[in-house]
Every structure is written in C-alpha cells, then in structure tokens.
C-alpha cells in the first residue's frame, strides 16, 4: 500500500497540473504512463486483495485522466478508446468512485459530441450506481451534469429540476467526508453553476446563463485555472446572445486563449460576433483575436 499511496500522490499532482493547463496530450501521455506503472507493480508478484483492487482503481483513475485530457483537447476518437479501458480496469477494481468518473467523463464526452442521447445514457449510468446513494456529493454531480446533458435537448424544465437536485443533493453531502482528490479538486458551489451556465445556453436561456457563469466566477477556487478561462468563454457567449456585443467583447478579451477547448470557444464566438455585429466592434475583436 505505500507503493499504492505513492502513486496516488503523484496522481494528485497530475489532477493539479491539469486544473491549471488541461487538455494538453503531455497530460494524456504523463496519465497514461502512470496508469502503466501500477499495472506493472500488480506483475511484480502476489499481493492482497486490497492491494490488487487499490492498484487497478489507481490505473482505471489514470486512464480516466487520459481520457477527459483527450476530450478537452478536442480529440475524440483517443477519449472513447481510453473509456474502454478505464472501464475494463474500473471493473477489476470494483471502485464505485472511480466508475462513477468514467460513466460521468463518457456522458460529457458525448455532450461535447452533440450526441445527448448517449450522453444521457452513460451519465445514467454513473447516476445508478450505489455510491450517489450513500454520497450526496456524488448524486449531485451526477444531477448537476444530467442538467447541461439536458440543455442540448431544450428541455428547459427538465434542466430546472436537475440543478434544483443537484444544489439539494450538494447541500445533504458531509463536508467532513473522505472523497477522492479527483472529485474534491474541482466540484463545488462553483462548478454547479459552471454547468448551469451550459445547460442555460445549450437550451438558449442567456440570460439566465449570464447569471449562473457570473456566480461560478465569483465562487471559483485559485487553482481552476482552466474552468475560470472556459466559464469566462461561456459568459462572453452569453452576453453576446442577448445582444451585448460590447460588453461580450471586452469579456472574451480578458481570457488567456492557450486551451485548446477555449480556443474553440472562441473561435465560434468569432463567427457568431461576425454574423450578429459589424464595424467597430467586430473589427476591435478581430485585431485583439488575430493577436
């Protein structure tokens, strides 16, 4: 086991890198390696059961990280082969934690494919897994990425009752309760409006997607440097569709463009400003883009 906390430690520090640049394939390839080592500490001779299931869940949380870095760099054929294999190692694990992350990551890879029916399903299937019964926080994650799933479809009611259940769900959890870094690192008050924000604007609620992105940013933590960046992007989208092209463009300039998600938010931005303003604003954008 202290070769298995090793591991987790150096796991943390991944989770922690991301958080700040994301999406990136040194992250993929550095979770990947990582998800190798303890595979290969399982060969290295007989070990308890405990520490058998401790070293598949610490590949099965790696290979997730892949994952969810190929799905934040846009590259979608490499996030679904990860979800194989992190579920396969999942399974040998049986860590409900760690399958909840897979099924959850593979409902938002397929939210970010414009596939919400698969989407739906796999989020259901992290949903139905007994930990969102004995954790809250779990069941509110669970409700608070069903809301943005639900966006795509314009299920508007639909979205209400899934973030009212995940601000229930989140304010039942213990604070005080043992959670996996990977969890604790990014979900909060924060990231539940972050997702309301995507769910509003998904289902064309700007204005109330304005007011969920303007809450996350207050809220969020230091080190979400990556969700402050993609939640500014969402609030510029916002304003500009309720026809505040000014005040959108001064909220996309204040955004530092290396993210490969944000810079695809941006580009459609792009177009949409081009389509809906003219003249001295778009102009303004476009220096201030091309730079």
């Known amino acids: 086991m202290s070769d298995v906390r090793a591991l987790q430690g150096r796991f943390a520090r991944l989770i922690a890198a991301d958080h700040k640049k994301g999406g990136d394939k040194e992250t993929e390839a550095a979770a990947l390696a990582l998800a190798e080592e303890a595979l290969a500490l399982r060969q290295r001779g007989a070990c308890s059961q405990r520490v058998r299931r401790a070293l598949y869940a610490t590949a099965a949380a790696c290979v997730s990280s892949a994952m969810w870095a190929a799905t934040d760099g846009r590259r979608f054929d490499a996030a679904l082969r990860h979800h194989e294999r992190a579920a396969s190692l999942a399974q040998e694990s049986d860590d409900q934690a760690i399958l909840f992350r897979i099924w959850s990551h593979k409902g938002s890879l397929y939210r970010h494919l414009g596939r919400p029916a698969d989407a739906l399903d796999a989020n259901d299937v992290a949903r139905r897994l007994s930990i969102t019964r004995r954790d809250p926080l779990f069941a509110s994650l669970g409700h608070a990425r069903h809301a943005a799933i639900l966006g795509l479809t314009r299920d508007k009611a639909g979205v209400d009752r899934a973030l009212g259940c995940a601000r229930e769900a989140m304010l039942r959890a213990d604070p005080n309760e043992w959670r ?3 969890l604790t690192a990014f979900y ?7 997702l309301g924000a995507v769910a509003y604007l998904a289902a064309g609620r700007q204005a109330e997607a304005e007011a969920h992105a303007h809450a996350s940013l207050t809220l969020f933590r230091p080190h979400l440097v990556r969700s402050r960046a993609i939640t500014t992007a969402r609030l510029a989208r916002a304003q500009l569709g309720q026809g505040e092209a000014e005040r959108a463009v001064a909220t996309a300039a204040s955004i530092d463009a290396e993210h490969p998600r944000v810079l695809a938010m941006l580009g ?3 177009r949409d400003l081009r389509r809906i303003a003219s003249g001295p604003v778009y102009d303004s ?7």
Do not use: N
Request: no cysteine; hydrophobic share 40%.
């Open 180 to 182: 996996p870094t990977w």
């Open 285 to 291: 954008w476009e220096q201030q883009w091309a730079a």
């Open 268 to 270: 459609s931005f792009t």
């Open 188 to 194: 909060d008050e924060a990231e539940v409006h972050s």
